[in-house]
């Protein structure tokens, strides 16, 4: 009786927990971009070294000038051409450029959906054969990577509970089947590990069972 009260205790709670973990994993990593900045400020001013919370809200409402200033430059001609400026210098600075680029290209790919990237949920057989997930059309013809590779097809697989750090592969187009899933319900499934799976209506397409 006690084990079972203490599972289901753990099952209750486990959700917000991660919740919670994640929120402050983010909130770390933002503050500490701002954090050594801030303390050489009120070192060179000759104040004391404010406390935590101190830098942390500091950090925070500077984070949302960045993102208003931003969203300003964006909205005018001479801000969006002082970012194409800084576009073309971060594309030909070494390393820099491979991330930027390529996550640039991600995120428009995702914004815009150019060429279904990550619109078409797949079924593929990974990590090994009689094993399956779901998995994200990325792009189409992998002959840039492998000969042969114009009937190659590009998936994206998420992980669970995280799906942003999943695994690219390639698979032959016929070795993949197509799935009647948005990318919302598939992304659902990975992040419930499983757990919430969309329910078959009569028509034999799919959708996710109301939230409780």
């Known amino acids: 009786m006690i084990r079972r009260t203490l599972i289901t205790g753990i099952f209750t709670l486990l959700p917000l927990v991660v919740t919670v973990w994640v929120l402050k994993a983010i909130f ?3 503050v500490g971009v701002f954090q050594q900045p801030m303390t050489w400020g009120f070192r060179h001013l000759g104040l004391a070294e404010a406390p935590y919370w101190v830098l942390a809200l500091a950090s925070l409402l500077a984070l949302l000038l960045l993102l208003m200033l931003v969203g300003v430059l964006v909205g005018n001609f001479v801000g969006r051409q002082l970012l194409v400026w800084l576009d073309e210098l971060m594309v030909h600075v070494p390393l820099v450029k491979g991330v930027y680029g390529a996550t640039k290209q991600l995120m428009g790919a995702i914004q815009s959906g150019q060429g ?3 619109k078409e949920v797949v079924l593929v057989e990974w990590p090994h054969d009689g094993a399956f997930t779901l ?3 990325a792009r189409r013809d992998c002959s840039w990577a492998i000969a042969g590779g114009e009937n190659m097809v590009a998936v994206y697989v998420p992980t669970a509970p995280n799906p942003t750090s999943g695994y690219v592969i390639m ?9 009647d899933l948005t990318p919302d319900q598939a992304l659902t499934w990975a992040v419930s590990g499983g757990v919430v799976a969309p329910a078959r209506t009569h028509t034999g397409s799919f959708r ?3 939230s409780p």
Do not use: T
Request: no cysteine.
């Open 28 to 30: 770390s990593a933002l």
């Open 116 to 118: 279904g990237s990550f």
């Open 135 to 137: 998995g994200f059309v």
């Open 171 to 179: 698979v032959d187009e016929k070795r993949i089947r197509p799935v």
């Open 208 to 210: 996710m069972p109301d």
